[in-house]
């Protein structure tokens, strides 16, 4: 697989229910980004976490990053119709500044 | 909130016609980035641009790619002779500093006919 796969790639889930996304990587970074894209639209930047950090919060958001497992988590809790899009995990290596994206996680929220 | 723009949204083309994707960074931006997306795909990274050249750059971004700052606000990308398989949304961004938050535009759907 690449680096940055999504797990899983579709979730249907209920209005209220949290959503929880996984990602994985395969080589040393330097941090991982978090990305939003409803459909057809531009890339909302959601959250970075740095490799020296194990977890973040923004608001609904809560990011965890496990390095020795190469893998990071998204969860959205309390989750709205309007949190419907895809979600995509993004890694930047440690040399290097681009970003190198995942296959991303379609997330339905059903009203 | 200072946001990337990218014109036009949508271009169409005939295949062996030159686009050029206009985007505006951020303006303390300095890192800027193209990026494209074919439909139903992954985002692809196709280059970096910092300090007025090119500071990474992918296996896609070949001869029929080139990227230009002209002026102190834009950030160009031209295709020179498009092909059928250019067609895709083309995604502009921009980070104040390397390896931080990339903030990306709106897009540019791209179709080659």
């Known amino acids: 697989s690449q680096q940055g796969e999504e797990d899983p790639q579709a979730l249907s889930i209920q209005e209220g229910e949290n959503a929880t996304m996984n990602c994985s990587y395969k080589?040393?970074?330097?941090?991982l980004q978090w990305y939003r894209q409803n459909s057809g639209r531009g890339l909302v930047h959601l959250i970075l976490?740095?490799?020296?950090?194990r977890e973040k919060h923004s608001g609904r958001l809560r990011v965890t990053l496990d390095t020795s497992k190469k893998s990071s988590s998204l969860l959205i809790t309390a989750s709205r119709a309007a949190d419907t899009a895809s979600y995509f995990c993004a890694t930047v290596k440690a040399a290097g500044n681009k970003l190198t994206f995942g296959g991303g996680t379609r997330v339905l929220v059903k009203p | 909130e200072p946001e990337v723009t990218q014109t036009p949204s949508h271009q169409v083309t005939q295949m062996g016609q030159e686009v050029i994707l206009r985007c505006v960074p951020i303006?303390?931006?300095?890192?800027f980035y193209w990026y494209r997306q074919i439909l139903g795909q992954k985002v692809e990274f196709l280059v970096s641009f910092y300090n007025n050249e090119i500071s990474e750059k992918s296996e896609i971004f070949d001869d029929q790619f080139s990227v230009e700052r002209p002026d102190g606000s834009n950030f160009t990308l031209k295709i020179r002779s498009t092909k059928l398989e250019d067609s895709a949304m083309y995604f502009c961004a921009s980070s104040e500093w390397s390896q931080e938050t990339q903030y990306f535009g709106p897009g540019t759907r791209l179709l080659v006919l």
């Open positions: 303006s303390n931006h300095l890192y």
């Open positions: 080589t040393s970074i330097n941090n």
């Open positions: 976490i740095r490799s020296n950090e």
